[in-house]
Nanobody, 123 residues
Framework: QVQLVESGGGLVQAGDSLRLSCAAS????????MGWFRQAPGKERESVVT????????YYANSAKGRFTISRDNTKNTVYLQMNSLKPEDAAVYYC????????????????WGKGTLVTVSS
């Protein structure tokens, strides 16, 4: 089992930045591809960005390209999501997820999920 705990969400204004963190425990962190997903009210959960086990490759949704950056620190068992130039449409619950695969680009191959952290963006 892998336990994931997200933090860093909050209320910001459009144009502001936030950094989300996801702390993992329970298994060897570096053996898992990681990802950030989000779900806005009334919408389906969607991928924001995923990163391979070693952090060498990343896969961004078009909505995140150029504004968001994923990184991982395998020595701290933590994955981060730096979000810049936030827009009202970025408001959602953000979830961290882990997959035992080398790379996982979608919800379906993620095996473990955190409980999420809420990001609210005011216009």
């Amino acid at each position: 089992q892998v336990q994931l705990v997200e933090s860093g969400g909050g209320l910001v204004q459009a144009g502001d930045s936030l950094r989300l963190s996801c702390a993992a425990s329970g298994r060897t962190f570096s053996n898992y591809a990681m990802g950030w997903f989000r779900q806005a009210p009334g919408k389906e959960r969607e991928s924001v960005v995923t990163i391979t086990r070693g952090g060498t490759s990343t896969y961004y949704a078009n909505s995140a390209k150029g504004r968001f950056t994923i990184s991982r620190d395998n020595t701290k068992n933590t994955v981060y999501l730096q979000m810049n130039s936030l827009k009202p449409e970025d408001a959602a619950v953000y979830y961290c997820a882990a997959s035992p695969l080398y790379a996982c680009l979608s919800i379906t191959c993620m095996e473990y999920w955190g409980k999420g952290t809420l990001v609210t963006v005011s216009s």
